[in-house]
């Protein structure tokens, strides 16, 4: 299988690259393609070192696939380009998600929509936040169905790439010689505080990230009257995106129910422990390419209840973007 990773030097492409390593694809001809920056970057697969060369549409003629992280813009410039050569395209970025046509998906949740999908076909990798959310509701939403979803998230700086994880750095370092830390990628300070938003602001005050949840939630589960209320934060950490969520579900349940048919799903790691050490954090999972639940749970008093809660954490880099485009990949390449 000839597959082209563009945007291999970013955070995402490195794990792409470590990710395709243990493929279920065993025999994959790799070709790593970035900016004209980064051309000549030698990086590893499998034993053997690979030189990135900067990308141009010639080069990725007759490729089987290419997995894109290259930001929302280059994508809307070329990723129909490559599909037209017959290539299929897996995008990371936001630029196809809401396309009529183009599939969202989640391989835990909805393979079914790669179904006899064409070779040059685009393929959109849902956001983060998203995609930890979704594994670990489709369970519930097949035993019990699901009325409404309320979620807040704690996202890691490393959603915004890095040039994230280095203002964070800064920061944290200009806060411990007693300096005032400098906001550059974010509006505010990120070391030691809390952004309660992610995105441009919309004129009714929802913000993008929060818009992306809601809507492809929707499209990924079927269901584009579901009712989802999301708040997105930005926290102080490197890796990992965090979520408090609570569902309504289409019947009431109890605690036992729940965690039944959540700890026999495939891609959810469930953790049964009502301790605060063994607690799934960003530091416990961070490299982990599962999606980690705990302290799953029905109001208080409530013994059965229509409404469940819920404590999500996965690693954003790879479930919420490298492994799960790898996955689509695996899927497509056994249809």
């Not at 079914?112 to 594994?135: E, F, R």
Request: glycine share 8%; with cysteine; aromatic share 6%.
């Amino acid at each position: 299988m000839k597959v082209a990773i563009i945007g291999a030097t970013g955070a995402v492409g490195r794990e792409m690259i470590l990710d395709l390593e243990d493929s279920k694809i065993k025999n994959i001809e790799l070709h790593l393609f970035a900016s004209q920056r980064s051309a000549g970057e030698r990086l590893s697969f499998r034993g053997k070192a690979y030189e990135v060369k900067a990308f141009s549409l010639e080069q990725i003629k007759g490729f089987d696939a290419c997995l894109m992280s290259a930001g929302g813009a280059f994508s809307r410039q070329n990723a129909k380009a490559l599909a037209e050569l017959g290539v299929t395209v897996i995008d990371n970025s936001s630029a196809w998600r809401m396309v009529e046509g183009v599939p969202l998906v989640v391989p835990e949740v909805n393979s079914d929509v790669l179904k006899g999908l064409a070779k040059g076909s685009i393929i959109a990798n849902p956001n983060c936040s998203t995609i930890q959310m979704v594994v670990a509701l489709k369970p519930l939403l097949d035993a019990f169905g699901i009325e409404q979803i309320q979620v807040s998230t704690y996202q890691s700086v490393s959603g915004t790439g890095q040039k994230g994880i280095k203002e964070l750095s800064t920061q944290v370092e200009a806060s411990f010689k007693f300096q005032e830390p400098q906001a550059q990628v974010y509006a505010q300070p990120i070391a030691f505080n809390v952004l309660p938003g992610i995105d441009v602001m919309d004129a009714q005050g929802h913000c993008f990230e929060e818009e992306k949840m809601i809507r492809e939630t929707r499209k990924i589960f079927g269901m584009p009257q579901l009712s989802v209320l999301a708040t997105t934060v930005r926290v102080p950490v490197y890796h990992c995106h965090s979520e408090s969520v609570s569902v309504k579900l289409g019947k009431p349940i109890s605690r036992k129910e729940a965690i039944k048919v959540l700890s026999d799903f495939p891609g959810l790691t469930m953790h049964l422990e009502d301790s605060h050490s063994e607690f799934p954090t960003p530091r416990g999972v961070a490299g982990d390419r599962s999606v980690h639940i705990a302290r799953v749970r029905t109001p208080i008093d409530m013994e059965v209840s229509q409404w469940l809660q819920m404590w999500i954490v996965a690693d954003n880099l790879k479930k919420g973007a490298a492994t799960n485009a790898v996955q689509i990949l695996e899927a497509i390449s056994y249809h």
